[in-house]
C-alpha cells in the first residue's frame, strides 16, 4: 500500500467538473469546480485561493494567461 500525501489524496477524493491546459491548472492555489457542481457558470474551472482580494478570483477556461505572479507548481519533481 501507498502513502498518499495530502495533495494526492485530495485529488482522489475532490474530482474537478473538467480538465484543462490552462496554465492554473498545474497551479497549487487553484480550487477547481467540483463535479456535479450546480453552481458555477460551465466556463469556470476554479477559483484562486491566492488572488483573493475582495474575493478569490474566477478562473474561466478562455482566460489567456501566459504568466502569472502567485503560480507556484502543484506538485515538486
Known sequence: MTQLTPEDFLDTVLVPEKKTDHVCWQCKHLKPVLQGSK???A???GWCKKIHWPHYWCVADFNVVKKCYA???????
Open 43 to 45: 466556463d469556470v474551472i
Open 71 to 77: 503560480y507556484e507548481a502543484r506538485k515538486k519533481a
Open 39 to 41: 453552481f458555477p457558470p
